[in-house]
């Protein structure tokens, strides 16, 4: 069933559901598309949410802000969407779950949400993707590309690790706050708080995006020749995980090899390198 125009503006979410809804693709199929630099990934969570776990290089977009907080979306994003839609990389929004709505369309995703506001604003449909299983998915199949935490989340509950994806085909409605008289449901799911094991945590990333059009390389940790090459803003920069911090406080990564780089290292951020520059602190590629 299509939405009317009166419930999407009780949601806030400002536009007539036209009915559209989005191909999915597997977490395989996104990750390669990372790895090939052929990609943008959206993350529909709030930021609670991603800030404790998402996929490297993803920004943030989040459906509660569409519809309850649009004073604070970032236009910029919205904008890079429709850039590098045109440009030809496809745009692969992400939730915690993914869900398809198809057992119950009160039950939509916000990655769907996310999709939707993303083509209302002018990103045709045939370049949105949604990422089947969301990020529980992705982190069940063993990917790399995870900076934060490992574990599944849902509803911003942590999942137990015997409960299997499939048992959550159906995402609960956005917000979902802590008093929800739902809670009990959730944790009596599959779902718990304190008692569950200390995370393993991704806190080196294995891809970064360029912030500023600009890297900078050198050969190795100790080499003193620093070079200046010119990569695309929101370019992927691959590595190996391998990081170094000079004695000036920058931080470096390793390059990887087998992943397509050349060799050497690169500036991910820290003061400039320049003498007139080393007193600010720049940030050239983020994760």
Same mark, same amino acid.
């Given at each position: 069933?299509?939405?009317?125009?009166?419930? $999407? !503006?009780?949601?806030?979410?400002?536009?007539?559901?036209?009915?559209?809804?989005?191909?999915?693709?597997?977490?395989?199929?996104? =990750?390669?598309?990372?790895?090939?630099?052929?990609? @943008?990934? &959206?993350?529909?969570?709030?930021?609670?949410?991603?800030?404790?776990?998402?996929?490297?290089? /993803?920004?943030?977009?989040?459906?509660?802000?569409?519809?309850?907080?649009?004073?604070?979306?970032?236009? !910029?994003?919205?904008?890079?969407?429709?850039?590098?839609?045109?440009? +030809?990389?496809? &745009?692969?929004?992400? /939730?915690?779950?993914? $869900?398809? +709505?198809?057992?119950?369309?009160?039950?939509?995703?916000?990655?769907?949400?996310?999709?939707?506001?993303?083509?209302?604003?002018?990103?045709?449909?045939?370049? &949105?993707?949604?990422?089947?299983?969301?990020?529980?998915?992705?982190?069940?199949?063993?990917?790399?590309?995870?900076?934060?935490?490992? %574990?599944?989340?849902?509803?911003?509950?942590?999942?137990?690790?015997?409960?299997?994806?499939?048992?959550?085909?159906?995402? @609960?409605?956005?917000?979902?706050?802590? !008093?929800?008289?739902? /809670?009990?449901?959730?944790?009596?799911?599959?779902?718990?708080?304190?008692?569950?094991?200390?995370?393993?945590?991704?806190?080196?990333?294995?891809? =970064?995006?360029?912030?500023?059009?600009?890297?900078?390389?050198?050969?190795?940790?100790?080499?003193?020749?620093? $070079?200046?090459?010119? %990569?695309?803003?929101?370019? $992927?920069?691959?590595?190996? *995980?391998?990081?170094?911090?000079? +004695?000036?406080?920058?931080?470096?990564?390793?390059?990887?090899?087998?992943? *397509?780089?050349?060799?050497?290292?690169?500036?991910?951020? +820290?003061?400039?390198?320049?003498? !007139?520059?080393?007193?600010?602190?720049?940030?050239?590629?983020?994760?």
């Amino acid at each position: 069933a299509i939405q009317t125009r009166t419930t $999407i !503006s009780a949601m806030g979410y400002g536009v007539a559901d036209t009915g559209v809804d989005f191909d999915f693709l597997t977490p395989k199929e996104a =990750y390669d598309l990372l790895k090939g630099d052929k990609a @943008l990934f &959206i993350d529909s969570r709030d930021a609670s949410d991603y800030e404790t776990s998402r996929i490297q290089t /993803s920004y943030n977009l989040a459906a509660n802000d569409i519809m309850f907080k649009q004073d604070k979306l970032d236009k !910029s994003c919205i904008e890079r969407c429709k850039d590098l839609s045109a440009k +030809g990389k496809l &745009i692969i929004v992400v /939730s915690d779950a993914g $869900i398809s +709505g198809m057992k119950n369309r009160g039950h939509v995703s916000r990655c769907r949400h996310v999709a939707q506001y993303l083509h209302e604003l002018g990103v045709a449909v045939e370049n &949105i993707r949604r990422l089947q299983g969301g990020i529980n998915a992705w982190k069940l199949a063993g990917l790399d590309g995870i900076l934060g935490d490992t %574990r599944r989340y849902y509803a911003g509950a942590v999942m137990q690790a015997d409960v299997p994806a499939e048992s959550f085909e159906e995402e @609960l409605p956005t917000p979902f706050p802590a !008093s929800n008289p739902l /809670s009990s449901t959730v944790v009596s799911a599959g779902y718990a708080a304190a008692d569950i094991d200390l995370p393993a945590m991704v806190t080196n990333p294995t891809a =970064y995006r360029v912030l500023r059009g600009e890297i900078f390389k050198k050969a190795s940790p100790d080499a003193e020749k620093i $070079i200046q090459i010119k %990569r695309p803003v929101d370019s $992927i920069i691959r590595t190996t *995980g391998q990081i170094f911090v000079g +004695g000036a406080g920058g931080t470096w990564a390793e390059l990887d090899v087998a992943a *397509g780089e050349k060799k050497g290292w690169v500036y991910v951020k +820290g003061p400039g390198l320049g003498p !007139s520059t080393r007193h600010v602190t720049y940030e050239f590629m983020a994760a």
